[in-house]
């Protein structure tokens, strides 16, 4: 499945997905993070093609991406600017990667998952103390149930549900904020940030 989504995408439609997002993480990132200085461990579980590399790189000592497509992952590798990617899945990551992590980040896996419990947890795991994960996802309006499968096969995720699978994890949420649909005919999104400790 990832592998065909891949293959569809153009650097066109590639740094369109990034332009919508980079601005709100950008400045997401550099309220929690302070200024880039390049000194950070950052996990980018879910890479994809590496349309926020640009972004995230200048933050990082040592930036690892993320993807379970390998078409994916060579398109990544073209930016020459992740230190290391791994094809795999983020779950398995994370759990190799206990307590090394100062920066996590996730625009995409929440939208696959129903129950975000596991992750929430799995990234506490990984963040050293006072390590942030960033999540973006679907969001799901305030009266619609916590967790809703779209015919799509994507979740909507409602804000305060969210939050809850973060606390739960022993995570301090620092910001959950609503972002605009990443195209015309698509759903609000969720910019959530929480800290280790």
């Given amino acids: ?3 065909a989504q891949a293959a569809m995408l153009t650097e066109q439609t590639v740094a369109s997905a990034a332009a919508t997002l980079s601005p709100a993480l950008a400045g997401t990132l550099a309220r929690h993070l302070g ?3 390049g000194t950070l461990q950052v996990l980018e579980i879910d890479c994809g093609v590496g349309a926020l590399a640009p972004l995230l790189k200048p933050y990082a000592a040592n ?3 993320v993807h379970p497509s390998d078409s994916a992952l060579r398109m990544a590798a073209r ?3 992740y230190d290391q990617l791994v094809h795999g899945d983020h779950a398995q990551v994370l759990e190799q990667s206990a307590g090394s992590a100062n ?3 996730s625009t995409d896996i929440a939208n696959h998952l129903g129950d975000l419990a596991p992750l929430a947890a799995a990234a506490a ?3 050293l103390p006072g390590g942030a994960v960033t999540l973006v996802m679907d969001a799901a309006e305030p009266w619609a149930p916590a967790v809703a499968l779209k015919e799509n ?3 909507l995720h409602r804000r305060d549900a969210v939050e809850t699978a973060l606390r739960q994890a022993g995570l301090t949420v620092l ?3 609503p972002l605009p649909p990443a195209t015309t005919a698509g759903v609000e999104r969720l910019l959530v940030v929480a800290r280790k400790g």
Avoid: F, K, Q
Wanted: charged share 15%; net charge negative; no cysteine.
């Fill in 125 to 127: 795991d990984a963040l």
């Fill in 175 to 177: 910001e959950a904020v």
């Fill in 103 to 105: 920066l996590i980040v």
């Fill in 79 to 81: 930016s020459g600017l």
């Fill in 153 to 155: 096969g994507r979740y």
């Fill in 1 to 3: 499945m990832y592998d």
């Fill in 63 to 65: 930036l690892v991406g």
């Fill in 35 to 37: 200024p880039a200085a």
